[in-house]
């Protein structure tokens, strides 16, 4: 990466699922690695199980906070649809990393709408280069489905400008507090996303 | 909420945070020694005070309203404390009658009146230019255009409030309240209030005192003009491609460095009044001037007036938000370049919408479900979570204004109605926060004037939309602390309506609410039901055990899925032919046991008994510990 070049990370998803924590953990790794950080948060009534995005841009010196469509490096879907409604976003050559979670919102229920057969299929069919994986399942073979976040975590970890472990350092130091179990199943979590993304891309290069 | 700082040790001067521009805000607040500072809660400015109260040494409260909290700081600044108060654009409209006669009074301890635009209207009724009130109210403007220049300009605001003995606004756009950055912070300066001084010429504005007082406005508007052209605040960058120069200020000026990094650009901390030689000379040293502002042709009109050529809205659009995406294009076709179209693959994919939902067993679903089924009524609704009625599947809301306007439109319907209307049945809906903001003034109106309106007062024991703040009525005050708790009941009564027409109801039971609602819109005259129940985001829901659906008995008849509850799913779609030959959709369904929360709303409308408790075993742990604690 050249000294002025910034790094755009979209991460999405819906209203509750995390998106903002995880977009903040990345957030500190992006600092603590020295760079100039701007991060947006969507509030109001996103919470209410609407859409939320948080952009991340890193570099030598942030400007806007926005991501300008076509520009990011890597997507960080944490939801099928939500990855396709943002994947204009990624950049020719950009990476979306997608938990296969399907939220299906009500007036999908109430049959207004449909719910894309096949999301990531879609995303692939445009060009882009998708890495899906089902976070929700990692996390419960786990034990605990809260783990969820840190697999999504694992899943960018090599696919930032810095190495693996100063992204795992800084979910070390939120989880700190809760004692060494809680880090370790965190560790095991974040390896685990890795792993699920490594896997992937060996059997079939996205 | 996000949350950086803990409540009893701010981090020390000089550490560089990653602050949202509320949080940014608050630090400099706490900073500037800040005696009192008020609010009332408010999309995109909410966490300003939420963030404030975290620190230690100073009073914060929420405010009923944003005109009570400006006049909370005003007074506070009378006594020579410095006072701060925060609130949405929509807010300083209410606020705004306080304002335009402190103005007059002028700031004693410094002053600073924060004020944030929801531009892009992601939580909001409108989409407004703050600027215009600095104007009206001949106030001086700051607009920092990140969290790091959101922290600087509050703690200038101050100084520049004592100086020039002036209230100061301080405009903050969403761009600026939720965007991190990093800040470089300092330490607490010490202000002990001066002390009041009586001075009614001063104080007391009756028009003897305030037309005294009047002269100095315009005195002190062209004092900070002055102040304007030398201020570090605007700062004149000289670039080196001269083909086009910008004025700018707030968030746009990051997009106008972004997308034109060469140019030469004024970018304007201290916006109004604004630095007119600044500018001139400005436009002196570029073949071509724009004016980049987010969203009115506001300094635009004015650069003009003072004869100063320039382009804005004629390129650039009054609508929404700016960006490097939207600033290239239009400024290079100004400059005749060539334009380049959209590629194909940077069109957005159609996917469906996902608009707000109330959450699952949200008790205003209990009532909208319940006027969905009520035929020939004119609904009027406000402002916060149960907005969210007018959506689908309950279409329940027939109009939404501002703050408190339910009452008052309820009433022009019921007095203007004629002959077609007649036999209409009008009911005004209103959360507790909304009632206590600007809500109690219309039902007197209602009352007092022999209106025929049902009301509907959804009582969840908090601020909503905002993310549950506390109110009068919750009994809590911002630190989550004991505070005297208001009964609404007796609110309601002592407005006006009659004892025997305020019922107080249980959203989570239908047969009931349906008795209520119906009850009181056949009688002639006010009434008020109060539909009581926590909102489930807050400490006071204990969620119940969840429910399921049994495969075998569902009969795909999607009573259910009226009521409107996220937790519901359509497993799958069927159509049968009834023996009258009429064609009917039928959805089965079945019920997320993990989101549930056990309202049993959908259980009522389910005519086979399909809809059962989970098995015990089957409970989830985040249930089980909730319901064993309580």
């Known amino acids: ?206 | 909420m996000a949350a950086v700082m803990s409540q009893s040790a701010p981090p020390a001067a000089a550490s560089r945070l990653l602050l949202s521009g509320n949080e940014a805000v608050a630090r400099a607040v706490w900073e500037s020694g800040v005696r009192v500072a008020a609010a009332y809660p408010g999309t995109p400015a909410t966490e300003i005070i939420e963030s404030v109260a975290r620190y230690p040494d100073l009073y914060a409260e929420w405010s009923v309203n944003e005109k009570v909290s400006m006049e909370v700081a005003l007074g506070a600044s009378m006594t020579g404390a410095r006072a701060f108060c925060a609130m949405k654009h929509v807010g300083l409209n209410v606020a705004s009658d306080c304002l335009m006669t402190m103005t007059i009074t002028g700031a004693y301890g410094g002053l600073v009146i924060a004020v944030a635009d929801d531009v892009g209207m992601s939580s909001s009724q409108n989409e407004q230019d703050s600027r215009f009130w600095a104007r009206f109210a001949h106030i001086p403007m700051l607009e920092p255009a990140d969290s790091q220049e959101a922290y600087e300009m509050t703690k200038f605001a101050f100084g520049l409030s004592e100086q020039y003995e002036t209230p100061v606004l301080l405009r903050l756009t969403t761009r600026i309240c939720h965007v991190k950055g990093l800040v470089t912070v300092g330490e607490r300066e010490a202000h002990e209030p001066a002390g009041f001084v009586k001075n009614p010429q001063r104080w007391v504005m009756v028009p003897a005192h305030a037309k005294a007082r009047l002269p100095g406005l315009f005195q002190r508007d062209e004092t900070l003009r002055a102040v304007s052209e030398t201020t570090p605040l605007n700062i004149l960058e000289a670039g080196a491609n001269r083909s086009v120069g910008f004025v700018t200020s707030g968030p746009a000026y990051m997009h106008v460095k972004e997308a034109f990094p060469d140019a030469p650009v004024l970018k304007l901390g201290l916006s109004f009044p604004w630095p007119p030689e600044k500018v001139r000379e400005l436009a002196a040293m570029c073949d071509k001037l724009v004016v980049v502002e987010e969203t009115e042709k506001l300094l635009e009109t004015e650069i003009k007036a003072a004869g100063i050529a320039c382009h804005g809205k004629d390129v650039l659009p009054s609508i929404g938000e700016l960006s490097p995406q939207v600033l290239t294009p239009a400024v290079d076709r100004l400059l005749g370049k060539p334009v380049p179209p959209p590629a194909p693959a940077a069109a957005p994919p159609k996917v469906f919408p996902r608009p707000p939902t109330l959450c699952a067993s949200c008790p205003h679903m209990g009532m909208y479900y319940t006027l969905s089924q009520i035929k020939n009524i004119i609904v009027t609704g406000d402002i916060g979570c149960y907005t969210l009625g007018a959506g689908h599947p309950w279409n329940a809301l027939d109009t939404t204004i501002c703050m408190g306007a339910t009452m008052g439109v309820a009433l022009g319907i019921d007095k203007g109605r004629g002959a077609v209307d007649k036999n209409k049945r009008i009911l005004a809906v209103i959360g507790d926060s909304t009632f206590m903001h600007m809500g109690m003034q219309g039902l007197l109106d209602i009352t007092y004037n022999h209106g025929n309106i049902t009301v509907l007062l959804l009582d969840n024991n908090t601020t909503g939309m905002t993310g549950g703040q506390a109110t009068p009525a919750s009994g809590k005050d911002i630190h989550g602390k004991e505070a005297p708790k208001v009964d609404l009941f007796k609110i309601v009564e002592a407005l006006g309506v009659p004892n025997e027409r305020i019922q107080v109801v249980d959203p989570y039971e239908l047969p009931k609410l349906f008795k209520a609602v119906r009850e009181e819109i056949k009688i002639e005259g006010p009434s008020v039901i109060i539909a009581r129940r926590p909102c489930v985001l807050i400490d006071e829901f204990k969620p119940f055990r969840p429910y399921l659906v049994e495969e075998d008995k569902c009969t795909g008849c999607g009573n259910c899925v009226e009521v409107g509850c996220p937790a519901i799913h359509v497993t799958h779609r069927d159509k049968v032919i009834k023996p009258s030959g009429k064609e009917v959709e039928l959805a089965f369904v079945s019920i997320d046991s993990q989101a549930c929360t056990g309202c049993g709303l959908c259980v009522q409308p389910c005519a086979p008994d399909a809809i059962q408790h989970v098995p015990r075993r089957d409970i989830p742990i985040h249930i089980v510990k909730a319901t064993s604690s309580s």
């Open chain 1, 1 to 206: 990466m050249s000294a002025n070049e910034i790094t755009n990370i979209l991460v999405c998803g819906i209203g509750g699922q995390g998106v903002m924590t995880a977009t903040e953990i990345l957030a500190e790794a992006a600092i603590a690695e020295g760079h100039d950080v701007k991060k947006t948060e969507v509030a109001g009534m996103a919470q209410r199980g609407g859409v939320v995005t948080s952009h991340l841009r890193f570099g030598r010196k942030v400007l806007s906070p926005q991501i300008e469509p076509g520009t990011v490096q890597v997507l960080l879907g944490f939801e099928g649809a939500e990855a396709l409604r943002w994947s204009h976003y990624l950049k020719p050559d950009g990476l979306a990393l997608v938990n296969n979670a399907k939220l299906v919102p009500p007036v999908v229920e109430l049959g207004l709408f449909d719910y894309p057969v096949d999301p990531t299929g879609q995303m692939r069919a445009a060009g882009h280069r998708v890495v899906s994986f089902d976070a929700m399942t990692i996390a419960r073979d786990l034990g605990e489905i809260r783990l969820g976040n840190t697999v999504m975590l694992g899943a960018i970890a090599d696919y930032l400008p810095f190495a693996p472990d100063v992204l795992l350092a800084c979910i070390d130091k939120r989880f700190a507090r809760k004692g060494e179990k809680v880090v370790e199943a965190n560790r095991q979590a974040f390896a685990a996303g890795r792993e699920a993304v490594a896997k992937q891309l060996a059997a079939s290069p996205a």
